[in-house]
């Protein structure tokens, strides 16, 4: 699927001399071709480890995850490079990791250009073209120190869009932003959505999920709420357990503890809808 993502059954495992640390468990992810998405999570969830993988920066200890076309299971150094340059851009959280402070911002924007070897005359048309496409043309001649922080954050989209991926990934882009800025910012997600580009934007803040018309969330490594907005971001939005590819699926934790649920459950399939009760003699905690 062109520009799309999915990911099945999804692990991830960190090992280090004394101790591993499971960061994903088995997450399914499925995001249509220029859809844009927020994933959101406390911090140890495994949205920034997800983040990581879907940029290639990471591999998946199991499962499997296809970005754009690309299966990036089990990529070699030099194809899991060219798939950076070529597919997916990157908006970090740190203004100093997108840019260089002592160029202008078109020097800035030309930087992913030269690495991938873009000849003169397609810097030439990219340059102006990823400028305009985050509303910052007329800053192409300033120096990036010399930019507020919302006009940072912008060219560092201009950045990662320099090579015209199918796949923008965003890893806390308005942490660092006023809610004006944060508004503008997203304004251009919406705009470079729309345009077909597929995005998933990475956040702890809560006003940023309203922003988008789907928002997932991870808990415990796997995806385990979606929240649809049927009528576009800013609109109310529903609430969805997901269930994965084995048929397992994570109940709010203000559910288990208003049910008083232990370790084990019963389920009763009734009249098309399945109820989920208390095990039969566990008294429901005072």
Known sequence: MSGGIVCRSLVKVFKTEDVE??????LDLLVEPGELVAVVGASGSGKSTLQSILAGLEA???GTVEVAGWDLTSLSDRRRREFRLSTVGFVWQQTAANLVPYLTAAENVAVPLLLKGATLRERRVRIPHALEQVGISELADVHTSSLSSGEQ??????????????VLLADEPTAELDAESSARLFGVFQTVSDSGVTIVVTTHDPHVSTSVERTITIRDGRTSVETIRRGGAGAAGEDFAVLDAAGRLQ???DYVEALGLGSR????LDEGRIEVRPESGRERPA
């Open 21 to 26: 640390v499971v960061a994903l468990q088995g």
């Open 60 to 62: 998946p200890t199991a």
């Open 153 to 166: 954050q912008l060219l560092a989209v201009a950045v990662a869009l320099a090579n015209a991926p199918a």
């Open 251 to 253: 109940l709010p934790p």
């Open 265 to 268: 459950v019963r389920l009763v």
